[in-house]
């Protein structure tokens, strides 16, 4: 067990009873999740990587009225990617069959749809406005600059690594907290550069970063129980953050043909894939999943991979296929439970203390 207090303080902060962190997912997790999470005595996180300055203002806002206590808020910090028109176009020809089988035209050309945090002035001055108690990176980190700027402010900033390497950049970054995610992780992987990606486990990051960096570890990937934040918490991380253990709880944005999915067999069959977006994320495998697997050249980059695959699954989904839905889900989707998040985290801490007992 982690009792270094060294390690524990910013959890003690933040007025945390539960060492558990509800993981930002942009497009499912709302200002209602994470605000159930937090009052429940966990971290709620909600995740505006999605959304541009104004929007997500508002659902910070909203999480505010919302929240007795601290939450999280959770930034994409990705280079974005430079246009390849040639790459782009391959990419819509090979997708163009799938269109047509819905009776829809592939876009002309490919937008880069979301935006950095990284260098986003008006994003980083509404963040620094509505001051959540904790904002998280994912794909990276900002500017020096920003992270002291957010650290001035008395924010917690939480980051998250795939390897050493990346979590030694986030502890020289100044950063409070490192969130180490295993392979088994539903969602995209945070590798700041995917080329790089050393597909390490939960089980083995965790321990490599407990040993070999100062800060407080977070374990995130395949946790869905409280023998497993047990586990985590003996290996020596300080929590945990849990994604699609939450996807379930009600008070998520998953539509009734993802919580069905997630219900079901294709549960236990993930994989990791880049054709959805651009960068690898795990999912329960589709034909979008497939159609990258048979795929010969170099996909272009995020997040333009995405326009291409949002148009072709709201072609689908408008004739009630969700054959290219993003449908994230961790290795550990079969163990998901359907409950309000309140109950959820009262579940899990009460598994914990029996496990720990
Ligand atoms: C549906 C979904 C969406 C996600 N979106 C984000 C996100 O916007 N930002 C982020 O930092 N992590 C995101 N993640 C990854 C989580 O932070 C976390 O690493 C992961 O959920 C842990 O693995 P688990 O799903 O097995 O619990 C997402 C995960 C899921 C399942």
Known sequence: ????????????????QHPIVQAPMAGTSTPQLAAAVSNAGGLGSVGIGAYGAEQAEQHIAQTHALARRAFNVNLFCHQTAAA??????????????????????????????????????????????????????????????????????????????????????????????????GMEAGGH??????????????????????????????????????????????????????????ILCPESAASPAYRAELQSDKAYDTGITAAISGRPARGMVNRLHLLGRDYGPALPGYPMVYDAGKALHQAAAAQGSSDYAAHWAGQGAPLARAMPAADLVATLARELAQAAA
């Open 1 to 16: 067990m982690n009792t270094n207090p060294a390690h524990t303080q910013w959890m003690a902060r933040l007025g945390m």
């Open 189 to 246: 992987r945070g590798c700041f550069d995917p080329e790089q990606d050393r597909l390490l486990s939960t089980l083995a990051l965790v321990q490599i970063l407990v040993r070999q960096t100062r800060l407080p570890v977070v374990a995130a990937g395949g946790i869905m129980d409280g023998t497993a934040i047990a586990s985590a918490l003996q290996l020596g991380a300080c929590a945990v953050q849990m994604g699609t253990a939450f």
């Open 84 to 181: 390849d028109a040639q790459r782009e176009a391959a990419w819509l020809a090979h997708l163009a069959p799938e269109f047509e089988r819905f009776g829809a035209m592939p876009p002309a050309a490919l937008r880069s749809i979301y935006t950095s945090a990284v260098g986003n002035a008006p994003l980083q001055a509404m963040l620094l406005r509505q001051r959540p108690q904790v904002v998280s990176f994912h794909f990276g980190l900002p500017e020096a600059a920003f992270i002291a700027a957010l650290r001035g402010a008395g924010i917690t900033t939480l980051a998250c690594a795939t390897s050493l390497e990346e979590a030694r950049q986030i502890e020289q970054a100044g950063v409070d907290v490192v969130v180490a995610q």
